[in-house]
Structure formats: C-alpha cells, structure tokens
C-alpha cells in the first residue's frame, strides 16, 4: 500500500492579508501591505529589516497588542478551535495573550511604580495560574536565569537599559507561554548577554515553544528555524534554514 503523504501540520498563527496604515495630522501612512504569513507550532521564526521596515507594526499585528486596518490575524488552537484574534476585544486579547503569549516590547514597558519583581507577577496575577506562593518563587527564579535576582526589589528606573530588557523577557515568560514575541529582545545587550538569552530562547524552541524574534543581527539568520526579510511594510524573502 502506498504510504499517505502526512497531513501538513496546521500553522498555530496566520496572517490573511494584514494591512495596516497609521493615520495622523501628517495623513495616512500606509506601513504594512497586505501581509500573508504562516506561522508553524515550534518555529524559530527570525524576522529582519531596515529601521522602518514595519517590523514592530508586524509584531503588533500578531499580538494583538494594535488593530489592523484590514485582514484577519487567526490563531489556531492545537487541537481545537480557531480563534480570530483581531475580533476579540481588548479584555479578551489581554486574558489570550496572557495564557497563550508573552510579548517582549522594543522599548520594555515596565510598569515604572512596581519593583522588576512586581513586574514579573503581572502576568501570573492577572491569569491565575500559579498559587501567590509560587508565582512569587516563580518570579524569582525567571529574573535568576536572566542573571538579574540581585536587582529584583529596585524600581525599572535605577537599573540599566540592558537589565529593563532582561526583565522584559522574564515577564514575557511568567506564564510559561507557549508563544514567545520578541522584538530585538537582545538589542540593547552586550554581546555575551545576548548569546546567553539567544541560547536560552533556543531551549526553549527544543521544548517546544514557538518563539517570533525580531533582530539586527544578521549573524543570527542561520540560527532561526526560518527568517523573512521585511522591506516597506512587505515581506520581501523567506529563507527556510532547516
Ligand atoms: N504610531 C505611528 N504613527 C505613524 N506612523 C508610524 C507609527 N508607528 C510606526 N509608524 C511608521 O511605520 C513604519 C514602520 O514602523 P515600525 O515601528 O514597524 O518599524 P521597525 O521596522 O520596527 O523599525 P525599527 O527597526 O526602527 O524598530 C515607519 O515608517 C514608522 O515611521
Ligand atoms: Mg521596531
């Protein structure tokens, strides 16, 4: 009997036809065209481009965390259903995310009033999922991996840029996301730093999470299950890696 072609995997994440254009007192700026993309369960998707390029705008689109101007954002549930994320209103995007998705912003966004530990426990707080006890140990063992424990009773505004970022991706990790966003998540880091957190977001990736980076660091591409190159608001090439 001849064997049956394997059914292709269902992407975790698709992009229909995204567009998005930001309106001021300027006028229109059109900064994504139409984007088609599917994401796959355990990628290592690296994405790269000029300043400008619509790198963050993408990444925005994906989490949900700004609205599209047109076109759908689905995410396909393993095993389940499939949720349109760009329907579901902010309380809803917030309480997806917060399961399904740890974001790490460019520019941090750490709650200034709260210590980096305090930061950590958002997440775990606003979802539940851990015992206080336990998130709180929890909080502290994820600032520990990024090497910044020592740090975890000051305010975002006494540490470094370096340390915010760190603290960033402890927070994008307090749930234990299936989904890790990050946008140059090792920008503002020194370059032993940086390997370490690349390393440790690899680990991730062999233990099955699904991790969309954006990066500068073209050295990086080969380490990338994948990596698109994104040029005025339009993904201009896929590169598959392995
Ligand atoms: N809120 C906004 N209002 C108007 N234009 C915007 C806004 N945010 C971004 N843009 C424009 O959209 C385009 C894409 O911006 P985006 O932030 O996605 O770029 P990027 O690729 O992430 O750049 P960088 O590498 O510098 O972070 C840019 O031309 C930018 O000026
Ligand atoms: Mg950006």
């Known amino acids: 009997m001849k064997p049956t072609k394997p059914a292709p995997s269902q992407p975790l994440i698709e992009l229909c036809n995204v567009t998005k254009t930001y309106s001021s007192e300027a006028g229109d700026f059109p900064a994504l065209h139409g ?103 929890r909080a502290l063992e994820l600032l520990r991996l990024v090497e910044i424990e020592e740090h975890a009773h000051k305010l975002p505004a006494f540490i470094s840029g370096g340390q915010q970022q760190r603290v960033a991706i402890a927070r994008a990790l307090a749930n234990d996301p299936p989904i890790l966003v990050a946008d140059e998540p090792t920008g503002s880091l020194d370059s032993v730093t940086a390997d370490h957190i690349f390393d440790m977001f690899e680990k991730l990736v062999e233990r099955g999470k699904t991790i969309i980076m954006v990066t500068h660091d073209n050295s990086l591409a080969p380490r990338f299950t994948r990596h698109l190159v994104i040029a005025d608001g339009e993904i201009q090439a896929v590169e598959t890696i392995q």
Not at 35 to 43: A, D, F, K, M, T
């Open 35 to 137: 984007v088609n993309l599917q994401i796959q369960p355990g990628e290592f998707l690296g994405i790269v481009g000029k300043s400008g390029a619509g790198k963050s705008t993408l990444l925005n689109m994906i989490t949900g965390v700004d609205d599209l101007t047109s076109g759908e954002v689905l995410y396909n549930q393993p095993g389940g259903e499939t949720i349109p994320l760009h329907e579901l209103d902010e309380n809803d995007l917030a309480l997806w995310r917060g399961r399904n998705m740890g974001v790490v912003y460019q520019s941090f966004q750490l709650l200034p009033m709260l210590t980096l530990l305090e930061n950590v426990l958002i997440p775990m707080d606003l979802c539940g999922l851990y015992h206080p006890r336990e998130s709180r140990a």
